[in-house]
């Protein structure tokens, strides 16, 4: 009994001493926020925005008005320098979508990607210069082969899952991005798109490969990763540098960590000097399956 009331009188005294603190995290001034590709045979794409504060409204014509309109934007592949071109793309509703590449009224001054080759992006806008490298890596590591197989203990004979026969060459320090599409749509990372070789060095390895996801609109959990009998499945398999890898493997772990209260603070590593987000280069090649009804 004299615990009882011990124990009692314990949390009587600690819950009076419990104080409700309202914390605000200051406001920032606006920093640019990059989100730039440039990939095998195809020309650099750049998206230029203002970040938010992290309490901000968000809405359609807030997104909008955040986009960076009448910069500098140029690329180098060492050998030559291109100046990129503001386009900008209807989305409906009275928005568009502002983005950066080569003139199509002069293709032949443009770059497009090349296997092994690094690329210089400089970007001017309100006084200041922002500059970032990445390279797009010889594809090294292959993906030899795609089959399906029903899922294990789903009671849902139409969902199945894909399956991918991989090829690590020797030695560390080859990296991945996926992005799968379904059908007619639109390509969707993983909700983990980014791995290394650190496991897997110098090995041919099978691994199953879950469909992408729209981060906007997350799949249901008993529908994460399968596909359905009919299906168009293809898969875009990237090589990449360690600085795409470690930009999108921190990006990934921060989003996925939002909400968790035992999560720990995750830095996202961009590789844009004096901005957040990336420039990044892919080496891609493109695999095609169809899974039968």
Not at 38 to 53: A, G, K, Y
Request: proline share 5%.
């Amino acid at each position: 009994m004299k615990f009882i009331c011990w124990l009692f009188s314990f949390f009587v005294v600690f819950s009076s001493c419990e104080k409700t603190l309202n914390i605000k995290p200051p406001d920032q001034n606006a920093s640019l926020v990059v989100d730039g590709s440039i990939e095998t045979n195809q020309p650099p794409i750049i998206f230029l925005t203002s970040s938010l504060n992290y309490f901000s409204s968000i809405s359609p014509a807030i997104l909008a008005g955040s986009q960076v309109r009448n910069a500098r934007v140029t690329i180098s592949d060492g050998a030559k320098t291109s100046q990129l071109r503001e386009y900008e793309q209807a989305l409906g509703n009275g928005y568009s979508i502002v983005f950066y590449s080569i003139d199509s009224a002069n293709p032949a001054a443009g770059i497009v990607g090349q296997p092994g080759k690094t690329y210089q992006l400089t970007i001017q806008t309100n006084n200041n210069q922002y500059t970032a490298s990445t390279t797009i890596p010889v594809l090294n590591k292959t993906l030899d082969s795609l089959w399906w197989k029903q899922t294990p203990g789903n009671s849902d004979s139409n969902k199945v899952v894909l399956m991918a026969r991989l090829t690590d060459p020797q030695g560390f320090g080859n990296y991945i991005r996926y992005f799968t599409r379904l059908n007619k749509g639109n390509f969707l990372p993983g909700a983990n798109s980014v791995f290394d070789d650190q496991i897997v060095d110098g090995t041919t390895y099978e691994v199953q490969v879950d469909q992408g996801i729209n981060r906007n609109d997350p799949p249901k959990f008993e529908n994460y990763g399968f596909f359905t009998r009919g299906d168009t499945i293809t898969v875009k398999y990237c090589n990449i540098d360690r600085a795409t890898f470690d930009f999108w493997r921190t990006l990934e772990f921060s989003y996925q960590s939002i909400g968790n209260p035992f999560s720990s603070p995750t830095s996202v590593l961009g590789n844009v000097e004096g901005a957040l987000g990336a420039f990044c280069g892919y080496a891609a090649d493109y695999r095609t399956l169809i899974v039968p009804k």
